[in-house]
């Protein structure tokens, strides 16, 4: 696993700040923690790493004698650890003991010797021990030079062994105990110059036998490489956190080796490297370390181990869960920050079990197939809501190599974890050679965590290293001072004339009382006097273009108490004052009760005031709430004290008061009380009371009241006030009366009056009220209605009262009286009664008028209402015959009147009426007489102008729509002058015929004519013609209207009739002839018929020469239109000419004919082919409708003869003969059998495709026209006609067809306004086909048919205009 490269903070919160290291200045020595911890019981104490190499020593340094505190010096042995501290600037790269960049060890290391252990025995108070070697000659000073070092370098002088050792046990010690070593006199000094490794060298004595005692161990941490102070935070690695101190843990201490460069000063720093221990400084040693308390949650803590490299290890930490609610957390931490929950894996797993049983949990971290690079301090850490405790513990991970020798460098070196198969690589050396756009897939392909930090420090050593030219001496990397002491930065210049400034922070300082600048020779001396936490900063000196720097830390001595809170016995609503003293001014301290800080907002009860050296907590009026333990927190010390607030003895001043409140009154009552300020509560009938919007509960001083705004029942009973805190209470008894009232207003009848339809059972309900509870009354007028009535009695219960009547007659109605009374007063009401019923049966109806299918009727009201308002009127009718009633109407008739309808004429019926009220309805009244409906016919429809001569005037029209019952007798025509309305009957007596024509009218005069139907019942409305008619006749030029047959060739076969018949228009009657091929028709083949309106050409008998084109002329005066039918008479065909047989192969026969001399005058429109045996001669049908004159006969027989014989086909049907071949074919057999191909289905699915397309076509008015096109689909398509892109649906004047694939539209008696746009759409699931075609109606209606119609002249000339206009174009 990876060790952290990440910096972390320091326990109290702060950065550790280290100082710069930089060629021109020397380099600080290390720190080196001692730690004492128990090794495993009747085991060996062995010594980690490898033998070390032997070191010469030039001159050690000589021990002075060990002080322990007695009189006599015991023996004492020492263990030497080297332990790793890594630095987060450095990659994990390994390198070997000697590699080609470091110069070779000066020294040689001998063996490590055993521990020796002093011992003490319980002592009381705290123990110091303090080792001092004896004096030695004066030592010399010991100088490694080493060249070159990137890295620090680390010297640790033991003494020899010769000295007496000195034993000293420490057991159960109540409070820490802090050993601390002093160095010799004289200091060692350690000369770097450029050492490119980390060279560690150790001196130790010879090993006595090994005692199983502690170990002390030695931790060595390395100093930092060169760096600013804002690489601070990136380029140092802190040390883990102390473990907490107890029974089984080790304990710590921190020896500090004096190096000249260091200031005394930056001695005991905290967040320095060359703080000691935990933050004391050198005067402090003598006084216990305070340790905060943790809760031990942990009743079994993992244990340190070693193992070696590919190993398996299992660390165990179990936690009691007697007491606690849920599953307690716990993390696992490699150094000080590294969480392993994020590092699980192949080589690490965390497990978690608990024993329902023992509840116990148990936490395991299992690493498997351990590293070297896994070997560090852990720690574990378990927290349950404000509970923690942790442990920390060691892994020792050895080579797997028998020599023993230690490499003391690769402790201060990052390992790569990296796979078994993957070679070693120099990452520093790659870094060096790479580019910068390089680096980051550098870093990410060998596992490089802290990128920025190594490349700060590649930037450093690339620079070239400049010996200073204006300091000899430049500042030391950092300085310590006590907050209020004094400091001196000097440096010392080569040369003395060069201007020197002073910067703080990058801010030049000036001469101030604070700073003083001193010389002394080339010495320049920077002073501050009275050091604050402000002067903690960084400072730099610069002489010419050269500068150095360095840092101030200044230290804030802790605060103490030197004056104690005293404890304080008080009752409530006395004030408090704690006091305590310390021993700074404006020192920042804590006020906490019971261990939890108390809150000092604008709105708490206490208050913090500070005076100089006095802090006091002042609560203003205490209460029981503030009995417990106050103390003073300081960063010095803290202070206790209890205190304890009692209750004052209770004394009543004013008791409660019984009282007797009115219902709804307001309810108040009072008690005072001393003490005051106390709290309390108040109960009714034990119930505790909650204030509420009607209920408040106030408290001022001395004074207790409970008020109800509305009292009710319920506030009645028994309340008592129980002042807080003590046992006395204060009582009182409530009573409350009411009235008797009587609540009629939640009857929610209106006028108090309750309606009751008889017959039914009535009981009213009416709430009363009244405390106590009220006697009560009923009556009616002076009548007392007592409860043990039979059918009308009166009820009383607690909230109300009753009246019941079993059966309700009508003599209940009237008034009911109610009378309440109590101790509290009399009240009273009344209820009305009415008993309602349903009406009499109104008075029998009268039918005054009758209709066709109506009648009107009327009636009177009945004469009994039943109490209630008729609501309206419900009318049934009948046929006589009949006994069964309808209902006419559902909603109720409000009027007597009513005029029932749809009734069927000619029968005789009866009506009657029901009264409705809110009761119900009536019986019904007496039928009424029976009455039949008759009605006129309806007027004539359609009347229209026939004919018009110089005399006469010819009318026509068609029956009324609506004849009725009584049947149509006639018709009455009536015509009068235009201008006048004298109306004059043409016919004495009424015609059947729905024609008339109007004789003896004056030529040229205009005329109205009108019509009436005529039945039993009388004279319908009159049918007008709405335009006059002008007598005279008018000539009609001829218009031969061909029939739609008729336009295309008429096809008829031979011996079938031919019957013709070809309308035509014109006034007066119009000449007709006929002509065929240019010359006149022949009477005796042909006979003609002509009348006024039509010419018919009849031929009883047709043969082919009546085939050809007849010419018909019509003329009228000067007027001529002709027309052309052209007949074709059909026959059967003649047989074919010469059929031969072309080839035969295999069971194939191929024929060829020529088409036949007569085609029967019709097209020929196939074959049919046959086939005989020669032995049998039965003639077999191959193939019909063949079109082709050439076919290949398939699958004949092998080994038969064949004839043939061919049919020719026409519209009329097979020939009569056939033609047949004169050779036979023989079919003969193969020596190669044919094998027959198989051939795959064919899909018939197509989608629709118009075969035959619509055609534009003219159409004569009056006239059925027809629109034809074919379309082939599979699936049989749906076909779809248009308009106009309109859909036809449900027109009767169209009529569709389909018939195989023929589409057929059929458009019945068009007129001009049925021209347009006609389109065919047909629809599968394939798709869709649309054609479409142009339809125009010509000829329409004559002006006499128009004036026979009766249209008025102006759109007469409007008609006949726009027709012209469309036919002159054409022609």
Known sequence: MPEPTKKDETPNGEKESVATDSSEAPMPTPEISLEVSPPPPEQPVETEGKDPQPIEVIKPVQPEPVENGSKEPEPEAVVVRAKEQVESVNSEVKEEAQSPCSPPLPATVKEEAEPVVTEVNQPPEPVVTV????????????????TQPPEPVVTVVTPPPHPEPVVTEVTQLPEPVV?????????????????????????????????????????????????????DATTNTPSPPPPPEDANTAKKLSIELPNDSVHVSAMGRKDSVWSLGEGQAPEDLDKPVDTPPLSSLLIERPQGGSITVGGDISFVAKVEAQDLLRKPTIK?????????????????????????????????????????????????????????????????????????????????????????????????????????????????????????????????????????????????????????????????????????????NGQEIRPTPKFIFEQKGTQRILVINNCGLNDDAAYSVAAGEEKCTTELFVKELPVKITKEIEAVKTTVNERIEL????????????????????????RSRYRVKSEGLKHWLIIDDASKEDTGTFSLMASGGTSEAKVQVELKPL????????????????????????????????????QLIQSNDRINILQRAKNHRLEIVNSTIHDAGDYTFVPEGYSQSL?????????????????????????????????VEIPISGEPAPRVVWMKGERVILDSGHRVRAETFSDHTSLTIDIAEKEDTGNYKIVLQNEAGEAGASVKVKVVDIPDPPEVPLVTEVGGDWCSMTWEPPIYDGGSPILGYFIERKKKQSSRWMRLNFDLNKETTFEPKKMIEGVPYEVRVFAVNAIGVSKPSEPSKAFVPLAVTSEPTMLVVDDVTDTTVTMKWRPPDTIGAAGLDGYLVEYCIEGTDDWRVTNKELTEKTKYTITGLPPEAKILVRVRAINAAGASTPRTLQHSILVKEVIEPPKIRIPRHLKQTYTRKVGEAVNLVIPFMGKPRPKVSWLKEGETVDPTQVTIRNTDCDSIIFIRKAERKHSGKYDMKVEVENHVDTAIVDIQIVDLPGPPQCVKIDEVWGGNVALDWTPPKDNGNAAITGYTIQKADKKTMEWYTCIEHYHRTCITITELVVGNEYYFRIYSENMVGLSEGATQTKDSALI??????????????????????????????????????????????????????????????????????????????????????????????????????????????????????????????????KYMSETKAVEQPEK
Not at 131 to 146: A, Q, Y
Not at 366 to 386: L, P, Q, S
Not at 664 to 686: A, D, S, T
Not at 731 to 755: G, Q
Request: charged share 30%; with cysteine; proline share 11%.
């Open 131 to 146: 080792v001092t070697p004896p004096p030695p000659p004066p030592p010399e000073r010991v100088v490694t030079d080493v």
């Open 179 to 231: 050993t601390v070593v002093t160095p010799p006199p004289q200091p060692v000094v350690t000369e770097v110059t450029q050492p490119p490794e980390p060279v560690v060298t150790l001196v130790t004595p010879p090993p006595p036998p090994p005692p199983p005692e502690p170990v002390v161990t030695v931790q060595v941490t390395p100093p930092p490489p060169p760096a600013d102070k804002d690489d």
């Open 332 to 504: 696992w931490f490699k150094g000080k920050w590294m969480d392993l929950a994020s590092k699980t894996g192949k080589h690490l797993q965390l497990k978690e079990t608990f024993d329902r049983r023992t509840k116990i949990h148990t936490f395991e971290m299992h690493i498997i197939k351990a590293k070297d690079n896994y070997a560090g301090n852990y720690r574990c850490e378990v927290t349950y809501k404000d509970k923690f405790d942790s442990c920390s513990f060691d892994l020792e991970v050895k080579e797997l190599e028998q020599s023993q020798s230690v490499d003391i460098r690769s402790a201060f070196k990052r390992r790569e974890p990296k796979q078994d198969e993957t070679p070693e690589v120099d990452v520093w050396e790659i870094l060096k050679s790479a580019r910068p756009d390089q680096y980051e897939k550098i870093a990410f392909e060998y596992g490089i965590t802290d990128l920025r930090g190594l490349l700060k420090r590649l930037k450093k050593t690339k620079k070239e290293e400049k010996k200073s030219e204006a300091f000899a001496k430049k500042l030391d990397p950092a300085y310590q001072a006590d907050k209020g002491g004094k400091i001196r930065l000097m440096v010392d210049l080569a040369d003395p004339t060069v201007e020197l400034k002073w910067y703080k």
């Open 579 to 602: 006091e305590c003293e310390v021993s700074e001014e404006g020192a920042q301290v804590k006020w906490c009760k019971n261990g939890v800080e108390v809150p000092t907002g604008p």
């Open 651 to 686: 004394k009543i001043i004013q008791d409660l008061q019984d009282m007797t409140v009115l219902l709804g009154q307001p309810l108040k009552m009072h008690c005072e009380i001393f003490p005051g300020n106390v709290p309390g509560r108040w109960y009714r009938n034990g």
């Open 731 to 763: 009582c009182a008894k409530i009573h409350i009366v009411d009235p008797p009232r009587v609540h009629l207003e939640s009857l929610n009848f209106p006028d108090n009056t309750v309606t009751i339809v008889a017959g039914n059972k009535l009981r």
């Open 1228 to 1357: 003969v057999k193969e020596g190669m059998q044919l094998k027959n191909p198989e051939y795959i289905d064919h899909d018939f699915k197509e989608p629709p495709k118009f075969t035959q397309p619509l055609i534009n076509t003219f159409a004569i008015a009056g006239y059925n026209a027809t629109l034809n096109c074919s379309v082939r689909a599979n699936p049989r398509p749906k076909v779809i006609w248009m308009k106009n892109k309109i859909a036809i649906i449900d027109d009767p004047r169209y009529r569709m067809f389909s018939n195989q694939g023929v589409c057929t539209l059929e458009i019945r008696k068009p007129s001009p306004y049925d021209g347009g746009m006609y389109s065919c759409k047909a629809i599968n699931d394939l798709g869709d086909a649309l054609v479409e075609c142009k339809l125009e109606v010509k000829g329409g209606f004559t002006f006499s048919e128009l004036m026979q119609r009766g249209v008025p002249l102006h759109l007469i000339d």
